[in-house]
């Protein structure tokens, strides 16, 4: 069955960086749309970035970010190594939360930022402090 487990969480300063990765086995990270999603305590999932690759190299992706941390996160993936990675930079307190990524089964025409997702991840906590 398809795995996926997050690492890379921790306790971070404001203003702070942190880059969590997400292995993902008998599922191929490089065909159909991946996200990372983050819950708050005593909030609502939110979706904070979206891949999808559309040619033949990691490079060649579209990408998706919501408002609360466009500028500040980068997703990408590493086809060779199956991985999804999510590089967030000026890290705020209100980061804080647990983050999930999670794998479409099969094609979307779609906006990645739209689809079901099939598979999660375990969770990885980020705590950020002012």
């Known amino acids: 069955q398809v795995q996926l487990v997050e690492s890379g969480g921790g306790s971070v300063q404001a203003g702070g960086s942190l880059t969590l990765s997400c292995a993902a086995s008998?599922?191929?990270?490089?065909?159909?749309?991946m996200g990372w999603f983050r819950q708050a305590p005593g909030k609502e999932r939110e979706g904070i970035a979206f891949?999808?690759?559309?040619?033949?190299?990691?490079?060649?992706?579209?990408?998706g970010y919501a408002d609360s941390v466009k500028g500040r996160f980068t997703i990408s993936q590493d086809g060779a190594k199956n991985t999804l990675y999510l590089q967030m930079n000026s890290l705020k307190p209100e980061d804080t939360a647990i983050y999930y990524c999670?794998?479409?089964?099969?094609?979307?025409?779609?906006?990645?930022?739209?689809?079901?997702?099939?598979?999660w991840g375990q969770g990885t906590q980020v705590t950020v402090s002012s």
């Open positions: 891949i999808i690759r559309y040619g033949t190299t990691d490079y060649a992706v579209s990408t």
């Open positions: 999670a794998a479409k089964a099969g094609r979307y025409s779609g906006s990645c930022q739209n689809a079901e997702y099939n598979y």
């Open positions: 008998r599922y191929t990270i490089s065909r159909n749309c």
